[in-house]
T-cell receptor, first 112, second 112 residues
């Protein structure tokens, strides 16, 4: 089954404790991206990648890191999480520049 | 001016009625267009792509007006299960990002 898989689905952590949210897609898509979604603000892009070893900042990259060492994986790293990073996070992938995006099931992160 | 604008609603509509909502986009370089559906706290899922000639999928009809820079979604014979948030998504090529720009969504509530 074609899918984008994120883990974990739910995470509660403390301020400053490094964490990684994994994202994997099995559709051989070129593009992958991370979004956060907050009430009233809609989906905001954090980082995106157009291919292996090619990543770039989205609209809200501060406090986040990503890597794209393999085509299928695009982990999101929070080196020192803060409470303002409490949010619902989505990973997405798409085949090409004009293509529709497929989303993972989301990760609900709470930083206390 | 926001790149993709939608009326947030909520639209409260009786079951069986027809409902339509629009989305406007500001960038004339927009190349592809989509409607996504998002249920509460779930991932956005592609409802339908929007083609220049307009397209229909069962009870759903999408149309694109390039001259006026808007897309529309029409839902006929609405069902309780149509209650969701509908996201307008525009793919803008060039500019350094991966292209996808999301509206904040229109919240639809179908009432029995």
């Amino acid at each position: 089954e074609a899918q984008v898989t994120q883990n974990p689905r739910y995470l509660i952590t403390v301020t400053g404790k490094k964490l990684t949210v994994t994202c994997s897609q099995n559709m051989n898509h070129e593009y992958m991206s991370w979004y956060r979604q907050d009430p009233g603000l809609g989906l905001r892009q954090i980082y995106y990648s157009m291919n292996v070893e090619v990543t770039d900042k989205g609209d809200v990259p501060e406090g986040y890191k990503v890597s794209r060492k393999e085509k299928r994986n695009f982990p999101l790293i929070l080196e020192s999480p803060s409470p303002n990073q409490t949010s619902l996070y989505f990973c997405a992938s798409k085949q090409g520049a004009r293509s529709e995006a497929f989303f993972g099931q989301g990760t609900r992160l709470t930083v206390v | 001016r926001k790149e993709v604008e939608q009326d947030p609603g909520p639209f409260n509509v009786p079951e069986g009625a027809t409902v339509a909502f629009n989305c406007t986009y500001s960038n004339s370089a927009s190349q592809s267009f989509f409607w996504y559906r998002q249920d509460c706290r779930k991932e956005p899922k592609l409802l339908m792509s929007v083609y220049s000639s307009g397209n229909e999928d069962g009870r759903f009809t999408a149309q694109l007006n390039r001259a006026s820079q808007y897309i529309s979604l029409l839902i006929r014979d609405s069902k309780l299960s149509d209650s969701a948030t509908y996201l307008c998504v525009v793919n803008i090529l060039g500019g350094g990002a991966d292209g996808l720009t999301f509206g904040k969504g229109t919240h639809l509530i179908i009432q029995p």
